[in-house]
């Protein structure tokens, strides 16, 4: 029996791979990593800068409680099938980027990454241009912070 999602076409079923095929899939992804990938998946065509900031909610709440994640499934076929899911469904680059890092993530540092990819993402929403902070070897691991978020 398939079940088919009820709502809009913003989740792509029409694709074969819907971003809930994904989630089950992986097995081990939780709630709030699930919610995060799912509001970065459907920004474009419903909720626009509102989707992204609850990408952003869900991905703070899950920095602040969730311990590493348990791969029910061999980490090389997770990026598999991550990446097949991103190109069966024509997700843009970053919004890829975005999801794979949060299907495979195993340090807060690399959360870290997901939120600058966001912001990137906010920022793109908002029509501003990220503003360049130059990388030295003192502030290449530093946190990112940007205003208004």
Not at 60 to 74: A, C, D, H, T
Request: glycine content about 8%; hydrophobic content about 40%; overall charge negative.
């Amino acid at each position: 029996m398939t079940v088919a999602q009820v709502g809009g076409d913003h989740y792509h079923n029409d694709r074969g791979f819907a971003h809930w095929d994904l989630i089950v899939k992986l097995g081990h992804v939780g709630y709030f990593d699930g919610q995060a990938t799912k509001y970065v998946v459907r920004w474009r065509e419903k909720g626009g800068a509102e989707d992204l900031k609850k990408s952003l909610s869900y991905l703070n709440k899950l920095e602040e409680s969730g311990p590493v994640p348990i791969w029910r499934l061999p980490y090389p076929r997770i990026v598999e099938e991550v990446a097949r899911f991103n190109e069966v469904n024509g997700v843009p680059v970053v919004e890829a980027a975005f999801i794979a890092k949060l299907c495979t993530w195993q340090s807060k540092a690399e959360l870290a990454e997901a939120r600058q990819l966001l912001f990137s993402l906010l920022d793109e929403v908002e029509g501003r241009s990220p503003v360049p902070v130059p990388l030295t070897e003192e502030n290449h691991y530093a946190e990112r912070q940007r205003d208004g978020w």
